[in-house]
C-alpha cells in the first residue's frame, strides 16, 4: 500500500493523518446498490424479538414495563440546542436525542445487536434439540431445564467493553458459559461488572483488533462454542436494525413528518460500523432519500471514514496512516472496520466525520447541566454533526436540501452511557464543566 500516494490523490486521508477534524462526504450517496440484506431481514429479526420479548420481561424484570421489547425513548432536546448552536455553530429544526444510553439490560446500543444474536443463537439451539417450537411462550426459556441445556455450550466475544457487557449479561442469564476478550481500552468497571455476573473476561494488552482475534482463535478450536465477529457478524447487524422499524412511530408521536420537504438526519458514533451501519441500513430501507445519515468518530481512530473515502475498507487501519487509534471514546476505539458494513454504506451513508476528544466532556457537561441527561464520552461524539451539515452549502444544494433546512429534523444518537458507576460519571462531568 502506498500510503504517501493516498495522501497526495485524497486530501482527507493526509487531514485524517495529522489528527485533524475531517467533514467527508460521500460521493457514492444514493447511487444504485445491490445490498445483502432487506425489509424481510429486518422483519424477521423484529419478529424474532417479538417472540423472546415474554422471556425478557420474566428474566430482566426492569423490563416488564416495556412488555420485555428493549427499546429507548426518544427525546426532543431544545435547552440542549440552544447550547449546541453557540458551540459549534447555529442550525435549524428540531434537534432530538435518541436515548439508547438508557436501554435496559446492557445501557448501550449493543443491547440491540448483542443481545438479538445470542438470543438467536439460543432459539436455534432449543429448537434443534425438540424444546421449543416458534408458538412456544418463550418464557419457559428461564428455567433450569433451559439453563442445563445452555450450560454445555459457550460463547465468546472480543470488544472494547459495551459489546462485551451485552454478550456477557445475556449469555450468562440464558445459562451460557461466556467468556469475554478485552482490550486495553475498556473500563476497569466493566469487566468488574461482568465478572459479578459470571462471564470470564480475559484482559489484553493490545488494541481491540488483538482482543477479537484471540477470541476468534479459541472459539474456533470448540466447536460448542459460538464466536460474536463483531468484525462482520450479520446477526448483529440486523439486530441493530430493528431500531429504525421502532423509531418511526416515535417521530410520529412527537408530531415529526419525515418527507420530500422535511428532511431527516441522524448522526451515530462509529466504531467498527455494525451497530451504526444496522441503524443505517434500517433507517434507508423505510424512510429512503428523505433521511441523510452521517457517522461520527473520534479523530486518533476514524476507521470507516478511512475505510470508506479510500475504498479500502477492512484492507486499511488507521494505524497505516500513523495513528495510534488511542480516545477517551473507548467505544470507538477501533482501528479497522468491519468487513461486512464498509461496502454497505458505500451508498446509503451521506458522509462521516471526526471530532477531537478534547470536544467530548463539554458536550458532555452541557447535556448534563441544559437536559439532565448523562450519557458516556463515545456517545458525545456526534453533536457537532448538525452544525457541520448546515454549513456544507455545497452539499444541501446538491441534494436539493439547502432550502428545506428549517423544516428539518436532527437525531443525535446516544449510544451509551447509563451503566457508567456514579463516581466515573462525576469525573466526566467536571472534566466537561
Ligand atoms: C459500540 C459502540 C458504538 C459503535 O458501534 P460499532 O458497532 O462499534 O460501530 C458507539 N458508541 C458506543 C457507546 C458503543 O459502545
Redesign the pocket.
Known amino acids: 500500500m502506498d500510503i504517501k500516494k493516498l495522501m497526495v490523490s485524497n486530501p482527507v486521508v493526509a487531514d485524517m493523518s495529522a489528527y485533524k477534524e475531517v467533514f467527508w462526504l460521500n460521493p457514492g450517496a444514493g447511487e444504485p446498490a445491490s445490498l445483502p440484506f432487506g425489509m424481510d431481514d429486518i422483519n424477521d429479526a423484529e419478529a424474532r424479538l417479538a417472540r423472546f420479548a415474554p422471556y425478557i420481561a420474566k428474566a430482566f424484570p426492569e423490563t416488564a414495563r416495556s412488555a420485555g421489547i428493549i427499546e429507548s425513548p426518544l427525546k426532543e432536546i431544545p435547552k440542549m440546542k440552544s447550547d449546541l448552536c453557540r458551540m459549534t455553530g447555529n442550525f435549524d429544526g428540531r434537534l432530538f436525542l435518541k436515548c439508547?444510553?438508557h436501554l435496559p439490560i446492557s445501557g448501550?446500543?449493543?443491547a440491540r445487536?448483542g443481545i438479538y444474536e445470542v438470543l438467536k443463537l439460543a432459539e436455534k439451539i432449543a429448537i434443534d434439540h425438540g424444546m421449543l417450537t416458534a408458538d412456544d411462550d418463550y418464557s419457559k426459556l428461564d428455567s433450569n431445564e433451559f439453563h442445563r441445556l445452555f450450560s454445555q455450550y459457550s460463547v465468546a466475544v472480543g470488544s472494547?467493553?459495551?459489546?462485551g457487557l451485552s454478550i456477557g449479561i445475556i449469555s450468562a442469564k440464558l445459562g451460557f458459559k461466556v467468556t469475554v476478550h478485552m482490550s486495553a481500552d475498556a473500563r476497569q468497571w466493566k469487566k468488574d461488572l461482568l465478572r459479578s455476573k459470571g462471564a470470564v473476561v480475559v484482559e489484553y494488552p493490545d488494541d481491540y483488533q488483538k482482543a477479537v482475534a484471540e477470541g476468534r482463535r479459541e472459539a474456533a478450536s470448540d466447536p460448542m462454542c459460538h464466536f460474536v465477529d463483531?468484525e462482520g457478524s450479520q446477526d448483529?447487524f440486523l439486530g441493530?436494525s430493528v431500531a429504525a422499524k421502532r423509531l418511526l412511530p416515535q417521530l410520529a408521536d412527537a408530531d415529526v413528518t419525515v418527507d420530500s420537504r422535511h428532511p431527516l438526519f441522524v448522526y451515530?458514533?462509529?466504531?467498527?460500523?455494525?451497530?451504526?451501519?444496522?441503524v443505517a441500513f434500517g433507517l434507508k430501507q423505510l424512510l429512503g432519500e428523505n433521511v441523510h445519515i452521517f457517522?461520527a468518530e473520534p479523530t486518533h481512530a476514524p476507521c470507516?471514514t478511512l475505510g470508506l473515502a479510500t475504498g479500502l475498507h477492512d484492507a486499511i487501519a488507521v494505524r497505516d496512516i500513523g495513528l495510534d487509534g488511542i480516545t477517551d471514546?473507548?467505544?470507538?476505539a477501533?482501528g479497522r472496520p468491519?468487513k461486512l458494513?464498509g461496502t454497505i454504506m458505500e451508498t446509503l451513508l451521506d458522509g462521516c466525520y471526526t471530532i477531537d476528544d478534547s470536544k467530548l466532556y463539554p458536550f458532555l457537561a452541557a447535556l448534563a447541566d441544559r437536559e439532565k441527561i448523562y450519557?458516556?464520552p463515545?456517545?458525545c461524539?456526534s453533536f457537532t454533526g448538525p452544525a457541520l451539515v448546515t454549513s456544507a452549502s455545497q452539499y444541501l444544494e446538491s441534494k436539493g436540501l439547502a432550502d428545506k433546512m428549517a423544516a428539518a429534523t436532527h437525531i443525535l444518537w446516544a449510544?451509551?452511557?447509563s451503566m457508567v458507576p456514579d463516581n466515573e460519571m462525576k469525573l466526566y462531568y467536571e472534566r466537561g464543566k
Open positions: 439508547d444510553s448501550s446500543i449493543k445487536g472494547t467493553g459495551n459489546l463483531d448483529l441493530y451515530l458514533p462509529c466504531g467498527v460500523g455494525g451497530a451504526p451501519g444496522g457517522f470507516m471514546a473507548d467505544g470507538l477501533v468491519s458494513v450519557i458516556e463515545s456517545a461524539a449510544t451509551g452511557g
